[in-house]
Every structure is written in C-alpha cells, then in structure tokens.
C-alpha cells in the first residue's frame, strides 16, 4: 500500500506541470446520455517490478493525468505491451499501477505481455480478448466497478434487441498474438479467435457503432517492423455489415500514421494488392495509439539508431476518445517532454 501511495503521487507530480501536443486539452464536457468518453492506454513496457525505472513513472502519470479529467472517462482501453518481455513482477507492477484508474478497464495483450508470464495475464486481467456493449440505460449494470476487478471478462456480451435499452456502443478486445511463418513471426487473430469473433459479431446491431481493440493493428502498415496481422483481412471481411468501426491498436508506439501507410489499399490477400473491394469495406476508422514509454518514429522517417524502451518521454502518452451521436472524436495527449 505505502508504494500505491507513493506511485499515485508521483503521477501527481509529474501530470502537475504537463505540457501536450497541439491537439490540446478539450474544455470539460458535460455528461449525456448517448456519449461515451473512452480513455486509451498502450505499451508501457514495463521491464520488472520496479516502480522507481521511468517506465513504471510513465505509466504511473498517464493514470494521474487520467484522474484529472473532468468528467472522468467512462472506460479505459489498453492496447496491449503492460510488460516488456513477459515478466510477472512486471504486469504485477502494471496491475498495480493501473488499479488508481478512475473508470473500468478492458485490456487486451501484446507480445511482451506473454514470454515467459505463463497465467499471470489471466490471474491478473481476466481473459485476453472480451466483448462488452456499452448502454445509456441507467437501470442497466453496464460495465463493472473497477475496485471489483480490472478487466471485463470474456461473453459479456448482452443482446441488443431489448428495446428498453439504448446501445450507444459496442465494444470487442482481440488478442492478437505472434505466430511462426515463412517469413518469421507474423501477429495473428487466429482461426479459433476468428470463429468466436463472428459469433459474437452475428449477436451485435451492425447500425450501431463497433470499437475493435487489438494491440497489433489489423491493416497494414509497416512489415519490416511487423507493423501488420497477417489475417487482418479476413477480420475486416467478418466486419463488413457494420456501419461504423472504429479500430484503436498500439504497438506502432506512434500516434500518426501518414495514410500512405495506412489506406486500405495497402490490405493484401496471398501476398497480392486487392482492388475494387471499396464497396464492401465497412466505414472504418484506425487509430494508432501513442506508447507511454519507448517512442517511434513513422516508418517514413527511418529506424531508429537505438529502437529499446526508456529513450525518454518526448512523444509518449495516451489518448482520449469521445463517442457521440454516432461520430467520434479522437485526441491523442502526446507530452513534449
């Protein structure tokens, strides 16, 4: 309890003086029904359990700046990399950390959150992958209290034809995971997580808005840095009846993505550019999210001469996310140092 106290200060002290990108802070919103504000969390890369190295110190203030919003937001997103290579004390640590959040969090694995962890991830967060829909019914249990467990667990899905409901937004957790090919390892959804997606996908309202959490993203946008999933395709396939995706990823530690990486034109089906698919391709939005620790640059601007966590918090942070009235605003909080 004593490094839980002196964790969430530190966060306070160094949130106090932050200084953010020039997207800049919204002024404080009002609750309403039919808004959901969705803040974003992803790779944090926490190597070991010890709160006093600067990834734990990031993470510790992403949460208190957090803390700080007025109104809090209604969930918390985590994309994935809590761990660096997989360490126990590491994701303990991240738990640790994570539990001063102010709303529920949903939280979905990257590679470093597995090596070598075996059921920590599990024990601590619940399952990797989750489905959850979000309603404005205030008789509605809706999402857990985050004192009463960290992660939502997995079929939570409720059915959305009671009309006594209103669905703002629904929400899916992928656990995209490294698999062995050809050309080395390669981010998978998998044939089993596929074929769970689309059950869980048929019990969804496809006019309603779909948020898809993975920490790999599921369109290309580098292969070099295995910036892509391999069966992305076949995802975006099973989500094509749906009006609005809106697809948040980390692992490209990178809150911009120039759209000559990212267009859908890059989606490749047997190593071949695909073409005339647009109308089948639902109105999907991606968005990349800043890391909390180890900052990237794009790929356009070459590799970095030293690509390894702890290379300062310039270009790190979180974001936030506001669904209304069937749009949504996205504002990355990138700090300047």
Known sequence: ?????????????????????????????????????????????????????????????????????????DLVLFAGDLAHAGSAEALALGQEILSDLPAPLAAVRGEGDVSGSGPTWRRLFGEPRFSQVFSANPSYPGLPNPREGLNLNANLLRKTQNEKRKTIVQILGLDTSLAPSPQGPVFQVGREQRQWLSRELARLDPGMPLVILSHAPLVEIFRPWRQWTQDGPEVMRLLSRFSQVYCFYGHVHHEAVSDQLSAFSLFTENGKRQTGTEDRRPKTENHPLPATSWPLPSPLQGTPAAASPGLGLRGCGWALATLEDASLTYQPRVWLG
């Not at 969390?41 to 926490?46: E, F, I, P, V, Y």
């Not at 010890?50 to 957090?66: K, N, Q, S």
């Open 1 to 73: 309890m004593q490094r839980r106290e002196f964790l969430r200060s530190l966060g306070w002290s160094l949130a106090g003086g932050w200084t953010v990108s020039r997207w800049g802070w919204p002024a404080p919103a009002q609750a309403a029904t039919g808004k959901v504000r969705l803040a974003l969390l992803a790779d944090s890369h926490l190597p070991d359990g010890d709160d006093r190295r600067p990834e734990a110190r990031a993470l510790a203030r992403a949460v208190a700046e957090m803390r700080g919003l007025t109104p809090p937001p």
